[in-house]
């Protein structure tokens, strides 16, 4: 009975020894990361809209910039992030952070988006910076002396996913994935007669603010109800687009 007890205290003694063990391996040594996010605001014809912090994902990624994985998640960075002790295990990381519900076109809605490298080390306290930049682009539509001749007129503004319609008096911008646009416009003249005016605008770029002006030519048609008759300026410099019918 005593040889029993004795090889039962034994085994459970190595037991004890595996599993602390076991957790001792499971113990990796981290260190403590410090995430600021700053914004430029500046797109290319100075847009004056803000990052809105309260609206930020966080995003821990690791691994090769082709195949990434996924470390952490924070979804609100001014509640879970800001001022806040991030600890990491040891390594390297791409810090990515970018705007909540701002996918695909949307009024006044910027997507902001940035990332940084950076490497976390042991027992250290590493501070890093992500600056956020508008990663789609802006487009506004304008109307000048359309209602003399007009009785209703409104823009669509498509991509490939979805559009939005600028009516007479629509005075916000709105924001798209930078791809292909398709601007076309509505008119109903004077004698109830309707027009479509269709153009594609392939280069699109982020970070720009696009400008669709509909206006009076100066040589108008004799026949004020037509409004059939149209011509393109594009100001580049500013990315002005104007519509002179």
């Known amino acids: 009975m005593?040889?029993?007890?004795?090889?039962?205290?034994?085994?459970?003694?190595?037991?004890?020894?595996?599993?602390?063990?076991?957790?001792?391996?499971?113990?990796?040594?981290?260190?403590?990361?410090?995430?600021?996010?700053?914004?430029?605001?500046?797109?290319?014809?100075?847009?004056?809209?803000?990052?809105?912090?309260?609206?930020?994902?966080?995003?821990?990624?690791?691994?090769?910039?082709?195949?990434?994985?996924?470390?952490?998640?924070?979804?609100?960075?001014?509640?879970?992030?800001?001022g806040k002790r991030l600890i990491l295990p040891i390594g390297k990381y791409t810090v990515a952070v970018r705007s909540n519900g701002a996918d695909g076109v949307a009024w006044e809605t910027p997507?902001?988006?940035?990332?940084?490298?950076?490497?976390?080390?042991?027992?250290?306290?590493?501070?890093?910076?992500?600056?956020?930049?508008?990663?789609?682009?802006?487009?506004?539509?304008?109307?000048?002396?359309?209602?003399?001749?007009f009785t209703d007129y409104r823009t669509t503004v498509s991509t490939s996913s979805d559009s939005l319609v600028y009516t007479r008096d629509e005075y916000r911008a709105g924001f798209f994935v930078p791809e292909k646009l398709t601007v076309k416009l509505n008119l109903v003249n004077n004698d109830g007669n309707t027009f479509v005016l269709k153009k594609v605008y392939n280069d699109i770029l982020p970070q720009y603010h696009y400008i669709f002006k509909y206006t009076i030519s100066s040589k108008p048609n004799e026949d004020d109800g037509a409004g059939a008759d149209f011509d393109i300026i594009v100001d580049k410099e500013h990315e002005e687009i104007t519509y002179e019918l």
Do not use: H, W
Not at 111 to 140: D, F, H, P, R, W
């Open 111 to 149: 997507l902001y988006a940035g990332k940084e490298e950076v490497e976390v080390k042991q027992g250290e306290i590493t501070n890093t910076k992500v600056i956020c930049k508008i990663a789609n682009t802006k487009v506004s539509v304008v109307y000048e002396g359309l209602q003399k001749y």
């Open 2 to 82: 005593k040889q029993y007890i004795k090889s039962f205290l034994y085994n459970l003694c190595l037991l004890v020894v595996f599993l602390t063990s076991c957790n001792e391996d499971r113990v990796l040594p981290t260190g403590i990361l410090y995430l600021n996010v700053e914004e430029d605001m500046t797109l290319l014809t100075k847009a004056e809209n803000g990052v809105i912090y309260e609206s930020l994902q966080v995003l821990i990624l690791q691994g090769e910039e082709d195949i990434q994985d996924t470390l952490k998640v924070y979804n609100d960075y001014l509640t879970e992030v800001k």
